[in-house]
């Protein structure tokens, strides 16, 4: 086979199609595998938005909760304080026993 400029040039010309070809092939694929990375990029940035926003709303739950319990807290303190100033039920049981001994003694008002 004998080889001269115009032979030289259609399998150039040839080659060259081919080789456009497969890099719009390549550039296809490439294209198809960067827009899946950016889906996948996406679906994980939602799931973060997601998950910051419960993030923020447990915090404000737990802050909401703490308050409470100061408010709880609170309240048990003056519970407790009250409480010993009251007779338990032993105490009331021998004092109205007292009381009913001493009004047979000194008979009722």
């Known amino acids: 086979m004998e080889l001269n400029e115009q032979k030289l040039q259609e399998v150039l010309t040839e080659q060259r199609k081919e080789y456009q070809i497969y890099l719009g092939t390549l550039a296809e694929d490439f294209q198809s595998q960067v827009k899946l990375?950016?889906?996948?990029?996406?679906?994980?940035?939602?799931?973060?938005?997601?998950?910051?926003?419960?993030?923020?709303q447990n915090t404000e739950d737990i802050e909401t909760i703490k308050a409470d319990m100061e408010v709880m807290k609170a309240d048990l303190?003056?519970?407790?304080?009250?409480?010993?100033?009251?007779?338990?039920?032993?105490?009331?049981?021998?004092?109205?026993?007292?009381?009913?001994?001493?009004?047979?003694?000194?008979g009722s008002a």
């Open 77 to 106: 303190q003056l519970i407790k304080q009250n409480l010993k100033r009251k007779v338990d039920t032993e105490e009331f049981e021998g004092l109205e026993k007292r009381v009913l001994y001493l009004e047979k003694r000194f």
């Open 37 to 56: 990375i950016a889906e996948s990029v996406s679906g994980i940035q939602q799931q973060l938005e997601t998950l910051r926003d419960m993030v923020a």
